[in-house]
């Protein structure tokens, strides 16, 4: 969702410098693209790395609350061409599901915010699961919960973290790099887009054949 | 207001089935009850069942799984209550969307994991929460945070942690109130309820002028038209002296503008009334007299008083009528 349908990255980096802050720690904008941007290890293995003795349930509660204000607060909009491939999507009769390793609480705040919450027909947050992207949980309990097999499935990421347990999975991976994760590693994805703009119905059916054959 | 009630319990103990029967029998009188399931150990259950029992007349919104079969089907007598059944889709992440967005404020009595999810979910939506305190589960460990939050509405928190049953439904309805004034409505502005008290004594001067002096049949149309305008800005008044607020573009903008409309409907069917009874344009012609002009414009600014206070009712009911019918389509 962040960096895929909105652009939220710096918001919530700005939540996590401003709780960081409090406890007089220094966040940098490059310690957050790559923890939780490319590596997807989030806030628990980055205390442990950096040997901050902080409650991270704390942490993770204050910056829940200080970025949804930044969220309500700001002038949010989806990317180009979501509204548009959603709406062609919901005409069409296909699923739209959403795989988010943010709270439950944040995800409902930012589709709320940017009027795109009565699209999807599936969210998976990282409350209903114990293990977050690149693990591949999420897609599991999706799979499973929506009774659909990974060949029926397209996924759409944009970055690592997404497109590795996906790929895992055999889900037909298509990346959209945004501007904060072009240097990730995308080689083995099915397809890489440069806008969600550039997806259509043609192409979707394209994939999900080619991985019938 | 539409409000939603939800909750559940383990052993429902009677002081359980009790808050449910009070806020049920309370709450329901002058709003909108929105339920879902039918499961015998939820707030919801118990709360039908109790408006089920009262002889007053209710409404309730009750939102069910597309997956599920209807709730509440096997009670086969609910003559007194008003059901509209909207139907839900997607998992439960998806699904309780459209019901805490169709709310107002939801009331939270007990209840267990599912329903700290509904209060993050109504948190999201920028929707209030009223928890129930000593009701047990979600709602109890909810209770100190709501009260923290609410400090200055210190006598109706007591009210709810006394339960009595008049006094604690009132001090929800009153924190249902100034919650939902709180989000809705900005705070009164001075310059706006200047705006209002001008609008009225002009509109009251020049009606009163065509009361006084008017003959023709344009000065008749308009006379209405300053009288809806009265009217709108008396509701206004009310709900100041009521509510201590006041939303500012209803009040001096879409309120006047769909009282003028209804007011000049109105208007417009009692001329077209009185040529179709007449066959003729008499009516407009014994306008010369002025005791004549008097009865009619005084009769018509009725009507237009009428139209400003009642605009919001009418804007509801007309409102509920389509969104029944096209659920029922």
Redesign the interface.
Same mark, same amino acid.
């Given at each position: 969702m962040d960096g895929l349908l909105v652009d939220t990255e710096m918001l919530k980096y700005e939540a996590y410098k401003y709780v960081f802050a409090k406890f007089n720690i220094k966040f940098s904008k490059e310690d957050y693209l790559k923890y939780w941007v490319k590596l997807g290890i989030g806030l628990e293995t980055y205390l442990t790395k950096k040997h901050i003795n902080i409650n991270s349930k704390i942490i993770t509660s204050e910056k829940e609350k200080y970025f949804i204000k930044l969220i309500n607060n700001s002038k949010l909009m989806p990317f180009d061409g979501v509204i548009e491939l959603f709406k062609n999507l919901k005409k069409n009769n296909i699923k739209i599901v959403l795989a988010t390793s943010s709270s439950y609480k944040e995800t409902i705040v930012i589709l709320n915010k940017i009027n795109l919450l009565n699209y999807f027909d599936f969210i998976a947050t990282k409350n209903d699961v114990k293990n977050k992207k690149p693990d591949t949980e999420i897609y599991q309990y999706i799979l499973l919960k929506m009774n659909e097999s990974a060949y029926n499935c397209i996924s759409i990421e944009d970055s690592q973290k997404g497109t590795e347990p996906s790929l895992k999975l055999n889900i037909k991976t298509i990346a959209i790099p945004n501007k904060y994760t072009l240097n990730h590693n995308f080689d083995n994805v099915d397809l890489i887009l440069d806008s969600i703009k550039k997806i259509n119905l043609d192409l979707l059916n394209t994939l999900i054949k080619k991985g019938l054959k | 207001m539409k409000i939603l009630i939800a909750g559940s319990c383990n052993d429902c103990v009677e002081t359980y089935i009790q808050f449910c029967n009070d806020i049920a029998t309370e709450l329901s009188k002058k709003n909108e009850i929105i339920l879902g399931s039918d499961r015998k150990t939820t707030a919801d259950f118990f709360v039908f069942e109790q408006l089920i029992k009262q002889k007053l007349k209710s409404k309730v919104t009750i939102f069910y799984h597309e997956m599920k079969d209807k709730p509440y089907s096997s009670f086969n007598n609910f003559y007194n209550i008003d059901v509209t059944y909207k139907k839900i !889709?997607? =998992?439960w =992440? /998806?699904a309780r /969307?459209?019901q805490i967005s169709y709310s107002d404020i939801i009331i939270i009595i007990g209840g267990s994991s599912k329903t700290r !999810?509904i209060i993050? $979910?109504a948190?999201? $939506?920028g929707k209030k929460v009223i928890p129930i305190p000593t009701s047990g589960g979600v709602a109890d460990e909810y209770w100190n945070e709501f009260k923290n939050q609410n400090k200055e509405y210190e006598t109706d928190l007591e009210n709810l942690e006394n339960w009595n049953m008049a006094k604690s439904t009132k001090s929800i309805q009153n924190l249902c109130k100034k919650h939902t004034n709180k989000s809705k409505y900005k705070n009164i502005n001075f310059i706006s309820v200047i705006l209002i008290g001008l609008i009225s004594i002009i509109s009251f001067y020049f009606w009163n002028n065509l009361l006084l002096q008017g003959k023709s049949q344009l000065e008749l149309i308009i006379m209405p038209l300053l009288a809806s305008l009265i009217g709108v800005n008396l509701y206004a008044i009310f709900n100041i002296i009521e509510t201590k607020s006041l939303d500012i573009i209803e009040a001096l903008l879409l309120r006047p503008i769909a009282a003028f409309s209804l007011a000049f409907i109105v208007v417009i069917l009692y001329l077209v009334g009185g040529l179709s009874i007449n066959g003729n344009l008499d009516i407009f012609t014994k306008l010369a007299e002025s005791g004549n002009f008097q009865r009619i414009g005084l009769s018509l600014s009725l009507f237009g008083v009428f139209s400003g206070l009642m605009i919001e009712q009418s804007i509801k009911f007309i409102k509920n009528k389509i969104s029944k019918f096209i659920d029922n389509e």
């Open positions: - | !889709k997607g =998992n =992440n /998806v /969307v459209p !999810k993050q $979910l948190e999201s $939506l």
